[in-house]
């Protein structure tokens, strides 16, 4: 049996929002009426359904609208800030690579998806993955979309404009002084190198670096206070509003 675990749902004015986890696939359900997410990547593929309203996507230089039964596709590493501006429910699914992994030759690209029958796919995947405790269904309806979508790319010639980022791995225990001695640079241009090269700043990158490990350590059981002291932020406030920014609920609401 695939392990579900399930996160209480948020609700205030401006959200609710919960987190499940099936195996090893995460899925947000979100309406939400106001909330801009900081710059920030994935290290999985991350398919984006709009059900109602719209999310714009600022990727790299680039701003792209997602509207009603539309879909996003994300690579991995893609850093990008999403900006909801009006009342929308959508979903994302947050998927490790090997479920759509087709190699460079027949790589899946970002790209907005407009396609009906790409669309009711993924609709019946999402269906599939909250229902099913056979992994193997699953990994087959991924080998389905993932024919379908590389399919769609050849038949509409899809070229990704984006570049993709590598992210570089970095000690989280040093300083920006510590880092940029460390790349014989002055720390102003470190720092400038850096975002150039990157996407993010240091800052941005430790920040997500911290938020990802709160909710890896929320999700195992672990009390907010202690996890806040345990990452080093300042005072519990700082906590929250990192974490609200980039998970769109408080850390309370993760059980």
Excluded at 27 to 38: L, R
Excluded at 146 to 173: A, C, W
């Amino acid at each position: 049996m695939g392990k579900r675990q399930v996160y209480k749902i948020s609700e205030n004015h401006e959200a609710l929002v919960s987190y499940k986890k099936y195996f090893d696939i995460e899925v947000f359900e979100g309406m939400i009426s106001k909330h801009q997410y900081p710059w920030h990547f994935h290290n999985c593929y991350t398919i984006i359904l709009v059900e109602m309203g719209s999310v714009i996507y600022e990727i790299q230089d680039q701003k792209v609208e997602v509207g009603k039964n539309e879909v996003l596709i994300l690579e991995p590493f893609f850093i990008h800030r999403n900006i909801i501006a009006q009342l929308t429910s959508y979903k994302a699914i947050f998927i490790p690579n090997e479920y759509l992994d087709l190699g460079e030759q027949n790589k899946i690209l970002t790209q907005i998806v407009h396609h009906p029958t790409i669309v009711g796919s993924i609709v019946d995947l999402l269906n599939k993955i909250k229902l099913t405790e056979n992994k193997n269904e699953i990994n087959a309806s991924f080998s389905e979309l993932r024919e379908l979508i590389n399919q769609l790319q050849i038949k509409q010639r899809v070229v990704s404009h984006f570049k993709s980022n590598i992210m570089p791995k970095i000690d989280y225990d040093l300083t920006i002084n510590e880092l940029s001695e460390k790349a014989h640079l002055s720390k102003f241009h470190y720092q400038r190198k850096f975002k150039k090269y990157n996407g993010l700043t240091i800052g941005q990158l430790k920040q997500q670096e911290k938020t990802v490990k709160a909710k890896a350590l929320l999700e195992n059981g672990k009390f907010s206070t202690d996890v806040a002291y345990e990452l080093g932020f300042f005072d519990q406030s700082h906590f929250i509003k990192y974490f609200k920014k980039m998970w769109a609920t408080t850390q309370k609401n993760f059980k």
